[in-house]
């Protein structure tokens, strides 16, 4: 590539997103993609990974589409490339069916550098017909772990992106998330249909981060501990919790003593909205939280974050403590353990995947529905007896063996009869692969807890970097010595792991 290439891009980056240089890891995928190349790019939160898309999009000739897993992400990046004169389109469920129709013109009439959408968005045939009349110049997959069955956060409708990535011309391929295992990132590249792309991994190491871990007996212990952070810890933080019961207690507890907030995805929108505007506002000292807070929350400044219960994987964990921080400033990552904890992981990962008998059972259900009747996932869910996330997945492999159609909104269609006589022992063995590959992650999860190692040499080790054998972070628990560590569970990452 010529030199004036590199010059060309740093000078955009410079003028159009105020920067002089480019942070590490950035430089190689941006020349890899615009050299028509595929790239993965594993940087942990807060290294830039946007600008790795965000560049190109303004250097390529054609339109960039960005498929993002959340509404409150992607209208994130878009006000942000808006302030500095970025022509970005985003289009959501959010959107009035005017504004929708709209935003489909402007996009057929050629507006826009840079297209976000989630990838549930590409089953609207109108849209997409439309879509099809654009040069598109570059393909990006942000939170691309989604992709694979063997991330932390596997979704199934990005399983349909390889198809539509070559309906659409089959330009180059650009994925990026913060967590990925090498088995990840394979996954991530088969699923992608990528060709050998350019693989970028900054390294997983985010100094001003300490890591800790408080172990607690029982109930009145965490919550005193809780307690003690909140009232030590200086800045705004985020307080994660595993459920919404707990998560409701617990704001109910402490609201008085601190001015905390409280987030969880069975909140109405206004209320969470609110609750949002008023925490990135720096009203609360901390926001109690479920999972549902997290991605799109862009807070710079965030000094401290805590696990009351741990998540189901160190995948998980990495992502979330990791948004403590990202200004380079020093946060703190603590997490309260406590052994009884991994009964709730449990109980979480048992309603994860349908055996054949939920199947059975939300396929009879679905065979009373006359044929050319539309169904919601909810109603099949309540009349099955079958959790929601579980029956969404029954209609996706029925979905793949064509007995039925999907419509946006959440509708679905039976297209044929006798849905019972229908093989599913296959795709069904293969969830109680993903079964047991979960059970290994929390108990890889459950090792950092108990473990006597360097907590971030932990973490690396877990993602497969290679670090000097002595090498020890300095800036945690571990480091610091003292702990009392139960060492007869081991200490390694995977020690035990699919026990």
């Known amino acids: 590539m010529p030199p004036t290439t590199r010059t060309k891009a740093r000078r955009v980056l410079n003028d159009r997103f105020g920067h002089q240089n480019f942070q590490k890891g950035q430089w190689e995928p941006i020349r890899a ?3 028509g190349q595929d790239a993965l790019v594993v940087m942990p939160t807060g290294s830039g990974k946007s600008i790795v898309y965000q560049l190109p999009a303004l250097l390529l000739p054609g339109l960039t589409i960005v498929v993002s897993p959340l509404i409150s992400l992607m209208k994130d990046q878009q006000d942000k490339l808006a302030a500095h004169g970025v022509d970005a389109l985003a289009m959501h469920s959010h959107l009035s069916d005017g504004e929708a129709r709209e935003l489909a013109q ?3 009439d050629g507006s826009g ?5 989630t990838p549930e968005r590409f089953k609207d045939r109108d849209f997409f017909e439309r879509l099809l009349t654009r040069t598109v110049s570059l393909f990006v997959i942000d939170e691309a ?18 198809s539509v990535i070559k309906r659409l011309g089959r330009p180059p391929i650009l994925a990026l998330t913060a967590t990925a295992t090498s088995e990840v990132r394979d996954d991530i590249a088969r699923q992608l249909g990528m060709n050998d792309p350019h693989i970028t991994v900054t390294g997983f190491a985010r100094p001003n981060l300490r890591f800790e871990v408080k172990r607690t007996v029982n109930q009145t212990m965490k919550d005193g501990a809780l307690r003690d952070v909140l009232g030590n810890e200086t800045g705004v933080g985020v307080v994660y919790v595993a459920t919404v019961r707990e998560a409701e207690r617990l704001h109910e507890q402490f609201k008085a003593e601190f001015a905390v907030g409280l987030y969880h995805g069975k909140m109405a ?3 969470r909205k609110e609750m949002q505007d008023r925490f990135m506002a720096d009203e609360f000292k901390a926001m109690i939280a479920t999972n549902a807070f997290g991605l799109g929350i862009d807070k710079q400044d965030l000094r401290y974050v805590i696990h009351y219960h741990f998540p189901g994987s160190v995948e998980s964990y990495y992502q979330e403590a990791g948004r403590a921080g990202r200004d380079g400033d020093a946060a703190t990552c603590t997490l309260l353990y406590r052994v ?3 009964r709730v992981q449990s109980y979480f990962l048992g309603g994860k995947y349908p055996d054949v008998e ?6 009879i259900v679905l065979e009373q529905v006359p044929i050319d009747q539309t169904v919601l996932v909810d109603d099949l869910a309540e009349k099955s007896g079958v959790p929601r996330r579980k029956t969404r997945i029954v209609l996706v492999l029925l979905k793949r063996h064509g007995l039925v159609r999907e419509y946006r909104g959440g509708s679905w269609e039976r297209l044929q009869n006798q849905l019972t006589s229908v093989d599913l022992s296959a795709d069904l063995t293969d969830y109680e692969v993903r079964r047991l590959q979960d059970r290994a992650k929390l108990r890889a999860m459950i090792n950092y807890c108990q473990s006597a190692q360097c907590r971030t040499r932990f973490i690396l080790d877990y993602f497969g970097e290679d670090v000097d054998p002595e090498w020890q972070c300095g800036n945690c628990d571990a480091c610091d010595g003292g702990l009392v560590i139960d060492r007869g569970r081991g200490d390694s990452p995977m020690a035990n792991a699919a026990s």
């Open 33 to 35: 993609v615009l050299d």
């Open 106 to 108: 402007r996009v057929e």
């Open 113 to 117: 550098e840079i297209l976000y959408l």
């Open 145 to 162: 772990h989604c992709v694979s069955q063997w991330g932390h956060d596997f979704r199934p409708d990005y399983l349909t992106l390889g």
């Open 269 to 271: 929108a206004a209320d």
């Open 340 to 342: 009884e904890d991994s």
């Open 358 to 363: 939920e199947a059975a059972r939300v396929a």
